[in-house]
């Protein structure tokens, strides 16, 4: 064999190129890894304390893995993997919740044994000051305690070493669910109290930065927008069975690059990443070098909003006409990659089940459309704008283009917008929009719930400014209610509502994704849409 | 010594002139920001139970509630005394996100420029030494690739073939692997500080996490350096006293680079602060590609957001870079030609 001199320059000059850029293996590193769950994701996490006002939303699912809180949400198996199971709650800190017969008083039973992360016990004094924080702090917690009918400071008493008791005044159907949700942590109060000044008596701003909980992980190191690092806490039993979780110790790690986030995962670099690309899916699943868990999203969905408050939309047979017009299959399959549960196409006339989000009864229907717009005097067009926040754009992109084609064929001349998200939201708020999209997540499943959150109010998940006059005394008629069948035909009364004004179009539930390592077992889609790091381990 | 004094008095004296074009960076800025259509209360309320309440209070804790002209003058005040805001979407104080994230986009523009002026420079100087030969086309051709493809796409090509393809590159996330241990933060400059503590083996990891970010902006700058080094190089090349040198018989390596290269060195050092200045702002692509923690990313995210006090706080910082870049600059232009002064 002839060697060239510079084939060999070449081929020396490869060889030190590669030792450099080598990973250094041993051992002990691989035993790390395997002990090691990495996760990626394109987020941010702003806060370790859910509740403060300004967290990012991937704060919030963080915090189960670092606070326990009073009760959690079981899972159950589903086709593709776990999912959340909101009928049946545990206890987690509290080892055991006796419900008084008329449905006002709750007594939490803490759990024996259970401690800080600093070693110290859990008291119950601890969780009395968590859920007078919860109720008084300026925070995230206090709207969602209110969902509970928890306002005041007066409702929690110290009823014994280890009790404490929760009384409301008219029984409510969420106020154990509610305790369930990330905006509920349970603090360590004297560590956080050390921390409290007297302009921040709830120690709002150190436990931003700093975690004083006694979930099963503790924070090792937290490089906001860029890691955080997770450890396991030993001495955590507050799991269903009191086992320890698997992984020792949980990377969070932010990488902005969709396809990179992928190329990680399938190479075995990275664990797991929640937010690849819709459009990258089917290829992942052809190549096989990592699973897609394609679970459906039951407590979410994506909508085309109206605004209701200005014309045309209006007047609700424009709205209907819109809906009729919608190309519901084609967006389907060009938005979504037909990776989800539509929430359109039913036929029925009465709603078959007493649940908010159902398939509607909304289907293509051109010549129905056109005499829609006619009873409305509308049936020489108009001109309108279709927006969303350029966030979206992979899943709306696809659909904007559908909606304009369809929509021009009653003479509806539709302006595509995309917009920044900050921009977006704000006039969304502001009722600036005229049609647009939208996608919303409802942690408690309960159908009053989701009525409340997304059908009525002023707040930016009313994203329509839907305004029945009969909505907020159905929900709040709901919400107490303690008889199911009554419960049922009060959802069934908003059902028809929401049938009959069309706020919003509901398309589909989407999909939730998530894309794991092959040896990764136990994945649970959870209600925050985050991960929860206990839930999961290496085969 | 008396030297030393009058460099320091002009550079003071710069600096100071420089001032009202800072403030008025700062203004400029702040009020740019104020006219985007988006609320970051809003934006930043966007939790499921958020209703008027909340955005109210976030407005009332980012000061927004306050009328504009008020705004500025607190937001004045409070960066006379070094506060910049802080983030919504990191939740940190703007400076300390400002001040953990520049070594990093320093040390990556370095490294990039580095590279760059190392190839670009015998590039063009080759190329104009045989003007319209195989060597010029090849560099021409070069400069063109790398010119037009945009700097993610050389970026996502690069990750490709070297981390996907070929396994031989770390995985594109950052400056140090995910299971090395964290750096010693002295200077902030990985390479630099891992060296001080003499641990070579996460020197080695940190480069090679750095080679592919950095290759991918050098590939990206090197045609306006090795254009300028040709055309510079040509028109020296060109002059009385090359010819001169030549025809007495002085050694090719003495004549080209010694009085070639040498006086065509002004539009070079010119065009590299240029060239410096703009990577380090708009090498958001490739941070963003290679999950680098950088400070273009990170305003970018602002901005995207609508969270003023970071955007507001990175412009600044570009400000006084590109004020003490165009300093070295003109500091350099004196060694490089003694008849030019720092005035």
């Known amino acids: ?539 | 010594m008396r030297g030393i004094v009058r460099v320091s008095s002009r550079i003071a004296h710069r600096l100071l002139a420089s001032l009202p074009a800072l403030v008025g960076v700062l203004v400029f800025t702040f009020l740019l920001m104020r006219v985007l259509p988006g609320d970051p209360a809003v934006f930043f309320a966007s939790s499921p139970t958020a209703g008027p309440e909340e955005i109210q209070q976030i407005r009332v804790s980012m000061g927004l509630d306050r009328s504009i002209p008020e705004q500025l003058v607190l937001y004045l005040r409070d960066v006379l005394t070094g506060n910049l805001g802080r983030s919504m979407s990191t939740g940190q104080p703007v400076a300390t996100d400002l001040a953990q994230r520049l070594p990093a986009s320093l040390e990556l523009t370095l490294a990039a420029l580095v590279l760059a002026l190392a190839c670009a420079i015998p590039l063009g100087v080759m190329a104009a030494l045989r003007p319209g030969s195989a060597v010029d086309h090849g560099v021409r051709l070069l400069c063109s690739i790398g010119v037009c493809a945009p700097t993610f796409v050389c970026g996502l090509v690069l990750i490709y073939v070297f981390y996907v393809v070929l396994g031989i590159a770390p995985d594109p996330t950052g400056r140090i692997g995910a299971f090395d241990a964290p750096p010693p933060d002295i200077t902030g400059l990985l390479l630099v500080d891992y060296a001080l503590v003499g641990d070579f083996e996460s020197w080695l990891s940190a480069v090679s996490q750095l080679i592919l970010p950095a290759v991918t902006m050098a590939l990206f700058v090197l045609a306006p350096l090795a254009r300028m080094t040709r055309a510079s190089m040509l028109i020296a090349l060109g002059s009385d006293f090359i010819r001169t040198a030549r025809s007495v018989g002085l050694p090719p390596f003495k004549v080209i680079v010694g009085y070639g290269l040498r006086n065509a060195l002004l539009p070079i050092i010119t065009i590299t602060g240029v060239v410096f200045s703009t990577m380090l702002g708009a090498n958001v692509l490739v941070e963003k590609v290679f999950a680098w923690p950088g400070v273009g990313s990170y305003a970018l995210d602002a901005l995207v957001s609508s969270d003023y006090a970071p955007v507001q706080g990175f412009v600044l910082l570009m400000a006084m870079i590109f004020v003490v870049v165009n300093l070295t600059i003109d500091t350099l232009y004196g060694f490089a030609d003694p008849r030019v002064s720092l005035r």
């Open chain 1, 1 to 539: 064999m002839r060697l060239h001199r510079r084939d060999y320059l070449r081929g020396a000059g490869g060889a030190a190129l590669s030792a450099l850029m080598a990973k250094h293996s041993n051992p002990a590193a691989a035993q790390s890894r395997a002990n090691t769950l990495r996760h990626i994701t394109g987020a941010t996490i702003s806060s370790l304390d859910p509740t403060f006002q300004g967290a990012t939303r991937e704060s919030l699912p963080l915090s189960v893995n670092i606070y326990d809180r009073l009760v959690s949400m079981g899972r159950r198996q589903g086709p593709h993997g776990f999912i959340f199971d909101a009928d049946n709650l545990r206890g987690e800190l509290a080892e055991r919740i006796d419900r008084s017969s008329d449905g006002l008083t709750f007594t939490f039973h803490i759990r024996e044994g259970a401690t800080w992360h600093d070693g110290s016990p859990v008291e119950v004094q601890d969780i009395k000051w968590s859920l007078d924080r919860a109720v008084t702090a300026r925070s995230f917690a206090k709207a969602q305690m209110a969902i509970g009918s928890q306002t005041s400071t007066d409702q929690f008493t110290v009823v014994g070493d280890r009790q404490l008791q929760i009384k409301l005044d008219r029984p409510n159907r969420l106020a154990l669910l509610t305790l369930s949700v990330p905006f509920l942590p349970m603090f360590n109060s004297k560590l956080a109290q050390r921390h409290a000044g007297s302009d921040d008596p709830w120690a709002i701003n150190w436990l931003k930065d700093n975690a004083a909980g006694g979930g099963a992980y503790s924070v090792e190191s937290n490089r906001p927008g860029q890691q955080v690092v997770l450890r396991r806490n030993d001495r955590w039993k507050n799991g269903p069975d009191g086992a320890l979780p698997f992984f020792q110790r949980i990377i969070i790690q932010t990488v902005p690059d969709v396809s990179a986030r992928v190329s990680l995962v399938e190479r075995g670099d990275a664990d797991l990443t929640l937010d690849a690309a819709a459009s990258d899916i089917p290829g992942i699943e052809q190549r096989g070098r990592a699973r897609v868990l394609p679970i459906t999203q039951t407590n979410a969905f994506q909508c085309v909003s109206f605004n209701v408050r200005t014309a045309p939309f209006d007047d609700v047979r424009v709205r209907k006409a819109v809906a009729a017009a919608l190309p519901y299959d084609d967006m389907f399959t060009a938005a979504i990659f037909g990776r989800g549960q539509p929430l359109y196409g039913a036929t029925w006339s009465e709603p078959p089940s007493p649940s908010v989000f159902q398939p509607m009864p909304n289907r293509t229907d051109l010549e129905k459309a056109r005499e829609l717009l006619r009873e409305a005097g509308r049936g020489g067009g108009f001109r309108t704008t279709f927006s969303y926040p350029s966030s979206a754009s992979a899943t709306v992109d696809p659909m904007a283009a559908l909606i304009k084609e369809s929509l021009a064929r009653l003479n509806i001349d539709v302006t595509v917008q995309k917009m920044p998200d900050a921009q977006f939201t704000t006039m969304l708020v502001e009722r600036r929009l005229a049609m647009f999209f939208d996608f919303g997540t409802s942690w408690l499943t309960p159908s009053d719930y989701i009525a409340s959150n997304f059908y009525s109010g002023p707040g930016r998940w009313n994203s329509s400014g839907w305004n029945n006059p009969e909505m907020p005394g159905l929900i709040e008629q709901a919400r107490y209610e303690t008889r199911q069948d009554a419960y049922d035909d009060t959802v069934m009364r908003m059902v028809r509502h929401i049938r009959d004004e069309v706020p919003v179009v509901l398309l589909w539930h989407p999909s939730h994704d998530a894309v794991v390592g092959r040896d990764i077992e136990g994945y649970t889609y959870w209600f925050h849409r985050g991960a929860d790091y206990r839930d999961l381990r290496r085969a």
